[in-house]
């Protein structure tokens, strides 16, 4: 049985604050540097400097000591919902939290954004508190998926402890139904398929364990020998765990067939191939798996899951049939 480092069963609005903490003390207890790398990103500002400094021989108003470490002062105030129910008097009572912070944060957490007129309306409020503040507060309205996606730009693929806790933190969000799959028609799964690369394209689907999460996404694209060689698009998500009784169905996306289910006892057979004893699966079937070459130019293999956003990618704003999409994919790379 996995071991899982998240709540499942709970009060949901204090528990979800409760693991996106435990994720985010995780990340600074693996890594100092790469906790500060994600504050720091896009998700944050490029202007919020908090971590530790080292300086020599920095001039003060009287001398010129020969070091000093130093590190500015800074405060994140999180209110989390599980839907869009924020409210700008609460928003506004929670700025008496800080004080005389150099960096003041707030963030606003849920499934989805905050509705553009309430945003604009709380922000016009904040931007008359900072008028009276030395050190003005920002905000950051996000989602799950985006502190997922954030920290997932910060750690590397060997970083192996860190992608097994943010797989659960996935695992959990998709469990408890805070990642909202809206933008799902233009984003590629990209997952690791050394040994079983030839039988996933033979039947066009890909099999994981069932209690891997995954944000979702309508494409899948299967890794091999440092380049993803197959693209196909989904078109069904079925588990199947083995039970005294039998072999028990649910399909998730898409249909259940007489062909799925037969498809997926010869996926059972030929994992034995392999050592896998497959008791409780997730299988992904594809209109076709097609060839394609989208190069990874760093070294080693992807740890966990990828995500690709392929208007960004191919620069498009309308994705092209499959078939287009794996040869554009054979003029692009990624690291």
């Known amino acids: 049985m996995k071991i899982h480092y998240f709540q499942r069963y709970h009060e949901k ?25 994600f504050l720091k990103s896009e998700f944050f500002s490029d202007a919020f400097e908090p971590e530790i400094v080292f300086n020599l021989q920095e001039k003060s108003v009287e001398s010129i000591p020969d070091a000093t ?5 800074f405060k994140i105030v999180v209110e989390t919902k ?6 700008s008097d609460q928003l506004l009572r929670h700025l008496k939290s800080f004080s005389d912070e150099k960096y003041k944060v707030m963030i606003t957490l849920a499934p989805e954004l905050m509705n553009p007129v309430k945003k604009k309306e709380f922000e016009e409020q904040l931007k008359e508190y900072n008028s009276t503040q030395t050190y003005p507060a920002m905000h950051v309205n996000t989602t799950f998926e985006g ?3 954030a920290i997932r730009d910060v750690i590397d693929d060997k970083d192996y402890e860190m ?9 959990y969000c ?24 030839n039988f996933n394209v033979s039947e066009n689907l890909y099999y994981d364990n069932i209690e891997r999460g995954f944000s979702a996404h309508d494409y899948l694209g299967l890794y091999k020998e440092k380049s993803v060689r197959a693209v196909g698009k989904i078109t069904a998500i079925i588990t199947a765990v083995t039970t005294e009784d039998g072999i028990e169905y649910k399909a998730e996306l898409g249909k259940l067939t007489d062909e799925r289910k037969q ?11 392999y050592g896998y004893v497959m008791t409780g699966e997730r299988y992904f079937f594809v209109d076709k798996f097609f060839e394609t070459d989208f190069k990874k130019m760093t070294p080693r293999a992807p740890m966990g899951t990828r995500i690709f956003d392929l208007t960004k990618l191919l620069e498009t704003e309308q994705l092209p049939e499959t078939v287009e999409i794996a040869e554009l994919l054979k003029t692009k790379s990624w690291g």
């Open 13 to 37: 609005e204090n528990v979800a604050t409760a693991n996106t903490m435990l994720l985010l003390s995780r990340l600074y207890s693996y890594s100092s540097d790469k906790f500060f790398r």
């Open 69 to 73: 470490i130093t590190q500015e002062s």
């Open 82 to 87: 599980m839907s869009d129910w924020f409210y």
């Open 147 to 149: 502190i997922i996606n």
């Open 163 to 171: 992608q097994e806790v943010l797989d659960d933190y996935l695992n």
């Open 174 to 197: 998709y469990n408890d139904k805070l990642i909202i799959a809206s933008d799902s028609w233009k984003l590629m799964r990209v997952q690791l398929a050394g040994t079983t690369f």
């Open 263 to 273: 498809q997926i006892c010869k996926a059972i057979e030929d994992g034995k191939n």
